[in-house]
């Protein structure tokens, strides 16, 4: 069963545009959300993770969001690029292992 | 460094043959893992190791076994090789994924591209 539940499955975003993934987890002993982010034909790769006592963090033109009490996070990507066309990926840690989110396309138009 | 190799990048196998995948990582991190990439599915853990022959079942084991004898390497062997095998795998490693309040990213390899007909 998918822990970490991803939405939307794909998305289309003009350039300089935001774009926003939701996800959503019920277990409570998740202990840290990381994003990740893949491009085709690679591996996953770490764009930005957060801790659930911090309800926002930002990296350059990224930021988790994250509501505790919704046991929900979301990533915006700010000023959306068309090298940020990728799959992004959120996950939730427990007991040195990660669930992941079923992904999300992000196509961004130039 | 290297970070996280594995061989083959892609393979065709027969129903019911067999193969070893293998995943070799040079940080010297204890943690290491094997996850199937399906379309729309994320990444489903396989099996993971906590050390050189330490090893448990992820989510989905059925029809994998793996060995870690070694820090380095972590191969995982697919017996009777069937259609619903077909999938991406992929390697990762880390060290402990929490430490000190701060998440330590689990590095992964570039992926194996299964197809089993």
Redesign the interface.
Known sequence: Q?QVK?SP?SLIVQKGGISIINCAYENTAF??F?WYQQFP??????LI?I?PDVSEKKEGRFTISFNKSAKQFSLHIMDSQPGDSATY?CAA?WD????????TTVTVRA | NAG?TQTPKFRILKIGQSMTLQCTQDMNHN?M?WYRQDP??????IY?S?GAGITDK?EVPNGYNVSRSTTEDFPLRLELAAPSQTSVY?C?S?P???TG?F?N??F????TRLTVL
């Open positions: 998918q991803q499955q202990d840290y990381p034909g690679k591996g996953p790769a770490l993770a801790r990926f840690t040195n292992k990660l669930s992941f989110g079923a992904g | 996280v943690y893992y729309g599915m994320g990444l489903k853990l993971y906590v992820g992929f990762a880390s402990e994924l929490g309040g998440y990213e689990q992964f390899g570039p992926g």
